[in-house]
């Protein structure tokens, strides 16, 4: 796979929640982060959100906002009003008057990833992806929110791999698309996969996770100097490039592990390390603990 599929599938995202939320009127709430990606597609009419001490944007129909983490945040009728603080909940919300026909309507939803990894993943993709209808994407993803929708409402067999799948596809339709902003303050892999150079080094890490890299060799990759290579990657990424491929490595240790189902002999041999001695080694250095034990505590607490 591309190093965006391989993120993604490491995520593992599931347990979608998804309900309509309506309004009518002046109307205002405010709602506390809560670590686990959410989505919103504007169905009709508009709204404002605001996060933190950013100022607040408008969204009108068509437009769709996914937040790989989300943080606190208000959502309005109009900016500047204010709201009482709301839990989450999986049922529909009717903000404003609660009679008459709604003027505001959108679906929004909340996932589930896979713990393990998440703080890793989550800081090589951007913080908010906004994409307005007006760049002719949000059909497709519209399409896709109506589907998970529609199998949140059943109850057959396979509903759990469709909706995973289609949390999959909802991820990776939102994330590739170009207009996506490069975030100043934060460096990332989806910043590196739009620089053709850097794009193709990362393919080639990704698709060969066992190479004995060098940065000299993805250098040759990239088809610069060394020295100009790594202060570019060090940049876009945020790290070097033997360590994204340190952490790469890491990350698909921990899913191996807590999968259960391969030794440390096979988990070292996939992810270049030479022996189960040298890969415990470096797992211990950096966890802090033992393959063994991580997987025994379910990747919880390792010191």
Not at 201 to 221: C, E, F, P
Request: charge should be neutral; charged fraction near 25%; glycine fraction near 10%.
């Amino acid at each position: 796979m591309d190093p965006l599929s391989d993120i993604v599938a490491l995520l593992r995202p599931s347990s979608v929640l998804s309900k309509p939320i309506t309004g009518r009127g002046r109307w205002g709430v405010r709602y506390a982060d809560h670590d686990a990606p959410g989505f919103t597609i504007v169905l009709k009419g508009e709204c404002w959100i605001a996060f933190a001490d950013q100022p607040a944007f408008r969204m009108t129909a068509g437009d769709f906002l996914l937040l790989p983490s989300t943080p606190a945040f208000a959502l309005s009728s109009h900016p500047g009003v204010g709201g009482v603080l709301r839990e989450p909940t999986n049922a529909p919300v009717r903000h404003g008057d609660p009679e008459g026909e709604a003027d505001f309507e959108s679906l929004g939803g909340a996932f589930r990833i896979e713990r393990i990894n998440a703080q890793l993943l989550l800081a090589l993709l951007p913080r908010m992806i906004l994409i307005p209808a007006s760049e002719g994407r949000t059909d497709r993803l519209s399409a896709v929110i109506a589907l998970i929708r529609d199998e949140c409402a059943r109850e057959e067999p396979g509903r759990d791999m469709i909706l995973q799948r289609m949390l999959e596809v909802l991820l990776v339709e939102a994330l590739r698309w170009r207009g996506v902003a490069r975030d100043d303050d934060r460096a990332g892999l989806l910043n590196g996969l739009r620089d053709p150079v850097l794009a193709r080094v990362l393919r080639a890490m990704h698709a060969d996770v066992r190479s004995h890299w060098t940065v000299a060799g993805l250098a040759k990759v990239a088809g610069l100097s060394r020295s100009a290579f790594a202060a570019r990657f060090g940049e876009v990424l945020g790290c070097g490039p033997i360590e994204y491929l340190a952490r790469w490595r890491m990350a698909l240790a921990k899913d191996a592990l807590m999968g259960g189902a391969k030794t440390l002999d096979r988990i070292a041999d996939e992810i270049g390390y030479e022996s189960a001695s040298a890969f415990s080694t470096a797992f211990r250095k950096r966890l802090g603990c033992s393959p063994g034990r991580f997987a025994r505590n379910g990747g919880g607490e390792t010191a």
